[in-house]
Nanobody, 126 residues
Framework: QIQLVQSGGGLVQAGGSLRLSCAAS????????MGWIRQVLGKEREFVAAVSWTGATAYYEDSVKGRFTITRDNAEDTVYLQMNSLNPEDTAVYYC???????????????????WGQGTQVTVSE
């Protein structure tokens, strides 16, 4: 089992930046991938970004490429999502996900046994 606790998020104007953090605990000695998924109320969850156990591989959803950066610090068991040049379309609840797999695909958030954070609201105003 992996427990995930998120921090960060909030309200920002368009063009601004935010950083999300997700700290993992529990079975963190095993290799695991981590990622971010977002959801707008009434819509399906959308993959945002994911990073492999070593950090060597990262995937991004097309609309966030060049604006968002996912990184991880295995010494701290934490993954970060740096979000720059935010726009109102990025407004959503962002969830951290982890999967007890060292590599991708599949990205975390796909498997039935994957683990989820509590979610954090990101709101980008005009």
């Amino acid at each position: 089992q992996i427990q995930l606790v998120q921090s960060g998020g909030g309200l920002v104007q368009a063009g601004g930046s935010l950083r999300l953090s997700c700290a993992a605990s529990g079975r963190t000695v095993s290799p695991y991938t981590m990622g971010w998924i977002r959801q707008v109320l009434g819509k399906e969850r959308e993959f945002v970004a994911a990073v492999s156990w070593t950090g060597a591989t990262a995937y991004y959803e097309d609309s966030v490429k060049g604006r968002f950066t996912i990184t991880r610090d295995n010494a701290e068991d934490t993954v970060y999502l740096q979000m720059n040049s935010l726009n109102p379309e990025d407004t959503a609840v962002y969830y951290c996900a982890a999967a007890l797999r060292p590599t991708m695909p599949p990205c975390p958030g796909i498997g039935a046994d994957d683990f989820w954070g509590q979610g954090t609201q990101v709101t980008v105003s005009e």
